[in-house]
């Protein structure tokens, strides 16, 4: 089986018959959009192009919200491949501060915690790395789609995140013990870039673009001096980049969270080669 992979220019004929394994598009999911949205706004210009109502369509590897890059849009019989495409290993581009956490160790919730920067520094997180590399054992964030006696990690978190919220108290990390550990695999993992907290304080990550989607929250952390790093990771599946900022904080006797997050590979698909919203979308309005 072998699919039509849709890139710029492509000119796709009006029957989904003439493609009898389906289509891929790559697509470099934007910023506060979710991967449901993605797949949303494609399935509706695929079902008006292909005439055909019941047409599938989905995404091999969920982004979240907050992250941007590589999302494999399978139409058609590609779907079947979805599964396939989600086991290749992926690279992903992680802006990882320091000094702090945050509920879901990203920036959709806010901080809640800050600690030590004693051990914090270029050369102590170059020192670390290393330990990274290799098969080993990952506690998934509280906010994921892990399931716990059935129910998935993220309704118990936001249950825990409103209690907290309203009485007052601190968000329980620790929660995290009761999801079960994943096996997995970092092939490699390069620092890029670190900026000291005096360095960082005046270049925060940029605001959102106005006509991005205002019901995901991005915490403001600008009234913060933090450590900040740019570090390239190649991974298996089920990695989450999110669980692995936060033990690269407790790896230096601190905390950590990710302010970015931008997935530069997916297999051999790569960013660079992948279409924004609008040419997908150009391609099935031909």
Known sequence: MEALVAYRGLVLSESIE???DGIIIPIDKPYRWTSADVIRKVKYHAIKHFHKKN?????????????SGVLLVCIGKATKLAEELQRH????????SFGATTPSYDLE???????????????????????FLGWQEQIAPLFSAKSVDGVRAYEMAR??????????????????ELLSKQNICINSIELLSYLGADEAMNREVAAADTAARERIHVADISAYRLPKAEIRV???KGTYIRALARDLGEALGSGAFLHSLRRSRNGAFRVEDALGIEDAIAILSN
């Open 18 to 20: 003439d493609y009898p």
């Open 89 to 96: 290993d992926k690279e992903y581009i992680a802006g990882v």
């Open 109 to 131: 919730k806010e901080i809640d915690r800050e600690y030590s920067l004693d051990g914090v520094s270029e050369e102590s997180l170059r020192a670390v790395l290393p330990s």
């Open 55 to 67: 047409l599938k369509v989905g995404h091999a590897g969920t982004l979240d919200p907050l992250a």
């Open 159 to 176: 249950r825990m995140y409103r209690t907290a919220c309203r009485e007052g108290g601190d968000f329980d990390h620790s929660a995290t």
């Open 234 to 236: 190649s991974c298996t």
